[in-house]
Protein backbone atom coordinates (compact mmCIF):
# COMPACT_ATOMS: atom_id res chain seq x y z
CA UNK A 1 0.00 0.00 0.00
CA UNK A 2 1.10 3.33 -0.83
CA UNK A 3 1.92 4.91 2.68
CA UNK A 4 0.70 8.55 1.56
CA UNK A 5 -2.77 7.03 0.67
CA UNK A 6 -4.96 7.94 3.19
CA UNK A 7 -7.92 4.91 3.30
CA UNK A 8 -11.05 5.21 5.15
CA UNK A 9 -14.46 3.79 4.84
CA UNK A 10 -14.98 0.69 2.81
CA UNK A 11 -11.49 0.69 1.44
CA UNK A 12 -9.73 0.88 5.00
CA UNK A 13 -12.07 -2.67 5.04
CA UNK A 14 -11.09 -4.27 2.03
CA UNK A 15 -7.26 -3.54 2.89
CA UNK A 16 -7.68 -4.93 6.22
CA UNK A 17 -9.52 -8.12 4.75
CA UNK A 18 -7.12 -8.92 2.17
CA UNK A 19 -4.32 -8.42 4.74
CA UNK A 20 -6.14 -10.70 6.92
CA UNK A 21 -6.89 -13.27 4.28
CA UNK A 22 -3.42 -13.10 3.62
CA UNK A 23 -2.49 -14.08 6.72
CA UNK A 24 -4.82 -17.33 7.24
CA UNK A 25 -6.93 -15.18 9.80
CA UNK A 26 -11.12 -15.36 10.07
CA UNK A 27 -12.22 -11.64 9.94
CA UNK A 28 -15.97 -12.35 9.78
CA UNK A 29 -18.00 -10.69 12.62
CA UNK A 30 -15.22 -9.13 13.60
CA UNK A 31 -15.56 -4.74 14.36
CA UNK A 32 -12.17 -3.08 11.63
CA UNK A 33 -10.43 -2.09 14.77
CA UNK A 34 -9.99 -5.19 16.20
CA UNK A 35 -9.41 -7.23 12.62
CA UNK A 36 -6.49 -4.38 12.38
CA UNK A 37 -5.30 -5.78 15.56
CA UNK A 38 -5.23 -9.42 14.54
CA UNK A 39 -3.27 -8.48 11.56
CA UNK A 40 -1.19 -6.40 13.32
CA UNK A 41 -0.81 -9.01 15.82
CA UNK A 42 -0.43 -11.67 13.65
CA UNK A 43 2.62 -10.08 11.82
CA UNK A 44 4.21 -9.41 14.64
CA UNK A 45 3.83 -6.01 15.51
CA UNK A 46 2.24 -4.10 18.35
CA UNK A 47 -1.66 -3.98 18.19
CA UNK A 48 -1.95 -0.16 18.62
CA UNK A 49 -4.45 1.30 15.61
CA UNK A 50 -6.04 3.82 16.80
CA UNK A 51 -5.24 3.46 20.73
CA UNK A 52 -1.69 5.54 20.82
CA UNK A 53 -2.02 9.63 20.47
CA UNK A 54 1.74 9.29 19.02
CA UNK A 55 3.46 7.14 16.93
CA UNK A 56 7.35 6.24 15.72
CA UNK A 57 6.56 3.39 13.47
CA UNK A 58 6.90 4.98 9.86
CA UNK A 59 7.04 2.05 8.06
CA UNK A 60 3.53 1.22 9.36
CA UNK A 61 0.97 0.50 6.60
CA UNK A 62 -1.64 1.78 8.55
CA UNK A 63 -0.52 5.08 9.54
CA UNK A 64 -2.26 7.33 7.24
CA UNK A 65 -5.80 6.17 8.95
CA UNK A 66 -4.57 5.36 12.40
CA UNK A 67 -4.77 9.15 13.18
CA UNK A 68 -1.93 9.02 15.67
CA UNK A 69 0.66 11.81 15.60
CA UNK A 70 4.12 10.78 13.61
CA UNK A 71 6.84 11.26 14.88
CA UNK A 72 10.43 10.80 13.66
CA UNK A 73 13.17 8.62 15.91
CA UNK A 74 16.49 9.30 15.62
Same mark, same amino acid.
Given at each position: ?????????????????????????????????????????? !?????????? !?????????????????? !????
Amino acid at each position: MDKGKFLKGPSLTAFARKKAAELGLDGKGVKLVELIHMVQEK !EGNADCFKRQ !ESCGQLDCCWQASCGAKM !EKTI
